[in-house]
């Protein structure tokens, strides 16, 4: 399986590590991001874990991380497309609702 980031899930990981390295040190920020993407990148031995949530998109699944991210992806073929990487309370289900975060 090959595993691909889409550029909001680049984003969000980006985002988290400027965050982590503010409140904590910048050596804890890519520990914890390199953390998620290793997480990520072991969807290509089991792409289907998670929670099917087709209820905000068709084939979506999330699963967590380390109790405090969410990550939305999908399997499609042989690709796992990483979504989103939601850190948090943030309110991923209202982003694929079009509603308000």
């Known amino acids: ?3 691909v980031f889409s550029p909001e899930a ?3 990981l980006l985002a988290l590590y400027d965050y982590i390295a503010k409140e904590a040190t910048p050596a804890i920020a890519i520990g914890f991001t390199g953390a998620i993407v290793d997480f990520c990148e072991g969807f290509s031995i089991f ?3 998670g929670t099917r949530r087709d209820e905000l998109r068709p ?3 999330t ?3 380390r109790h405090q991210v969410t990550i939305a992806f ?3 073929g042989d690709t796992v497309s ?3 990487i939601y850190y948090g309370g943030r309110d991923f289900e209202a982003l694929f609702r079009g509603t308000t975060d």
């Open 1 to 3: 399986m090959e595993i």
């Open 10 to 12: 680049e984003t969000d």
């Open 47 to 49: 792409p289907n874990r």
């Open 59 to 61: 084939g979506l699944r």
């Open 63 to 65: 699963v967590g991380f």
């Open 74 to 76: 999908d399997v499609e």
């Open 82 to 84: 990483i979504i989103g």
